[in-house]
């Protein structure tokens, strides 16, 4: 899909990278053709997708670099949101790391075969 603009920044001892991502509108062919929205990787460590589509190049960026992984997810294929389908074709070691997160009412743990699990709403996550 082509990557968008990255920006890093550092504050009370915490590293941001923002990453642009490609979430709206569904016609949208790269970060730089859609509305903007972001990304963050945290610490080096903590890989947050935000709201987007599939975007292989973006994850092949940070997969080996981060410890963990929340990405965005959908049960079903749509033109803004990656879905279960896509983010399956991920190598084994890339989804062992995977939170799956933004995903419907209905997602139930099954659906979260090989990924780390389903990120939880209300759940404080800890990171060494």
């Known amino acids: 899909m082509g990557q968008g603009a990255y920006y ?6 915490i590293k941001i990278e923002l990453f642009h991502t490609n979430h709206i509108p569904g016609e949208a062919e790269t970060p730089m053709d859609a509305f903007i929205t972001y990304g963050l990787f ?5 890989f947050i997708s935000g709201d987007t589509k ?7 960026r940070y997969q ?8 965005d997810a959908s049960l079903n294929r749509n033109a803004v949101h990656a879905s279960f389908e896509e ?3 991920l190598r084994k070691e890339t989804k062992e790391k995977m939170y799956l997160v933004h ?3 209905n997602t139930t743990d099954p ?7 389903l990120g939880r709403q209300n759940t404080r996550y800890i990171f060494g």
């Open 8 to 13: 890093k920044a550092e504050y009370g001892g």
């Open 42 to 46: 945290v610490d080096d460590t903590v």
């Open 54 to 60: 599939f975007d292989l190049e973006l994850i092949e």
């Open 64 to 71: 080996d670099k981060a410890s963990i992984m929340f990405h």
């Open 87 to 89: 983010l399956r074709t």
């Open 103 to 105: 995903y419907q009412d």
């Open 111 to 117: 659906d979260a075969d090989g990924f780390a699990g």
